[in-house]
């Protein structure tokens, strides 16, 4: 990643080079709606930035045709879906093709994103902008484009990729800025795609040199890890329509029963099942194939719990084996792990329900787990409320998800305070912490 030091220039240069000397309707910016979701940042972007900057454009001959839209508007939908596509519309019964699309666009909401972590700080930007630039890079490549964007709607980066590795970085840009104003900077940036939009890579191992270090990988996908948690050899397993085989590198496949999905039903690439093996509960976690760089990630994480038992080991759940599934009508094919089933809900949906004493506590064990994953060489990349449990009855804290976890290179110092700001983003606990 480098500074796009000219983008400003670029930008208002093509913009002034355009005749635009048609009248634009007057865009009324007051909100009424409260925003607090990505879904709602979504409908702000469009109403505030996509719809007006559109109609600067479309009177322009060569722009009639181009519109922000979701890109299954614009081509046939993919694995990768950025939040936003700007490109040429088309039927869609008629067959669409990548080539029409000029540039890609993700949301992300400003609770969830800081201002500094946008920042393009060369030569050592901040691990969370490298992560959110990599899930840009991929859409970019998915839909073979030079230009995308990154936005909070607060704040917004303006990507331009300059070479098969490397990718160039616009100062963060706040939606009030004048003299020029974000709208004008995006009609610039729109009518620049448009005149360059395409991009193809000349390096035919791009995808594995962009991934730079490589991930998190335990040493056997197939592994029975707490054996006395399972049921003795010979013992007879019920077997249902709901039944997971698993292949754990033992002589007979685990048998796991599913009771009820914990993940969203919209996503079926990988999901998360309430599960039993003998009647004793268990969390099942399942992957496509494809999706296996995020099980080794994980599987990856809970092998070295398992072997350091670092300080604050007792605050993830224990795994008990992990494998490939050999049959099942639920999940037919992928990776799974099994994992103890542990008591709580997500604290992202209980956090206003609790007094400041259990604040305190669970602030003090996600630091402590935070502390046990740099004794492992581990921080998280997408840390949060959401990948918290909390049992208020026990006190119970449980930490979960690590599927973009990332390994700390040799002599990588990153303080607590980056995983702590992003779970509780007001405590006294989140500056000043140690590293590792």
């Known amino acids: 990643?480098?500074?796009?030091?000219?983008?400003?220039q670029d930008v208002m240069t093509i913009f002034h080079s355009t005749p635009i000397t048609h009248e634009v309707p007057i865009n009324n910016e007051s909100e009424s709606y409260v925003v607090g979701s990505e879904l709602g940042l979504s409908g702000r972007f469009v109403r505030n930035l996509c719809d007006p900057v559109i109609?600067?454009?479309m009177?322009?001959?060569?722009?009639?045709?181009?519109?922000f839209a979701d890109i299954q508007a614009l081509s046939f939908s993919a694995r990768v879906v950025p939040d936003v596509a700007f490109g040429l519309v088309v039927n869609p019964e008629s067959s669409a093709f990548l080539d029409g699309i000029s540039m890609v666009g993700e949301f992300k909401t400003p609770w969830t994103v800081d201002f500094h972590e946008m920042e393009i700080n060369c030569p050592n930007p901040s691990p969370r902008?490298?992560?959110?630039?990599g899930q840009v890079a991929t859409q970019m490549r998915m839909a073979r484009v030079r230009y995308a964007f990154l936005t909070t709607y607060n704040f917004t980066v303006f990507v331009?990729?300059?070479?098969?590795?490397?990718?160039l970085l616009s100062q963060p840009i706040g939606y009030d800025c004048q003299g020029p104003s974000l709208r004008q900077m995006f009609v610039g940036f729109c009518l620049l795609s448009k005149s360059d939009p395409n991009y193809r890579e000349s390096d035919p191992d791009t995808a594995t040199?962009?991934?730079g270090i490589s991930g998190l990988r335990a040493s056997e996908r197939l592994c029975l890890l707490r054996s006395q948690e399972l049921p003795p050899r010979g013992t007879p397993q019920t077997i249902t329509p709901t039944s997971v085989a698993v292949e754990c590198g033992t002589t007979t496949p685990v048998i796991v029963n599913c009771v009820e999905q914990m993940s969203l039903p919209d996503n079926q690439e990988k999901v998360v099942w309430l599960a039993e093996i003998n009647g004793v509960r268990r969390v099942l976690k399942c992957w496509i194939p494809v999706l296996d760089a995020l099980f080794d990630n994980e599987a990856a994480v809970y092998h070295r719990l398992e072997t350091a038992q670092p300080p604050g080991s007792y605050l993830f759940p224990k795994c008990i084996a992990r494998g490939q599934v050999i049959c099942s009508s639920?999940?037919?094919a992928g990776y799974v792990i099994i994992m103890e089933y542990r008591e709580g809900e997500r604290l992202c949906d209980i956090w206003h329900m609790l007094n400041a004493a259990e604040r305190a506590h669970v602030e003090n064990e996600c630091l402590k787990a935070i502390h046990a994953l740099r004794a492992i060489s581990i921080r998280l990349d997408d840390p949060g409320k959401h990948n918290v449990l909390y049992a208020r009855e026990s006190r119970t804290v449980t930490l979960l998800d690590f599927e973009v976890a990332a390994p700390l290179g040799a002599n990588t110092f990153i303080p607590t305070s980056y995983e702590m700001k992003k779970i509780f983003r007001s405590s006294s606990l989140v500056t000043g912490e140690q590293g590792g």
């Open 1 to 8: 990643m480098g500074h796009w030091v000219s983008f400003v």
């Open 55 to 57: 109609q600067a454009l």
């Open 59 to 67: 009177p322009l001959p060569e722009m009639s045709s181009v519109r």
């Open 129 to 133: 902008l490298e992560t959110l630039i």
């Open 160 to 167: 331009k990729r300059a070479s098969d590795f490397s990718y």
């Open 209 to 211: 040199r962009l991934r």
């Open 330 to 332: 639920l999940f037919p």
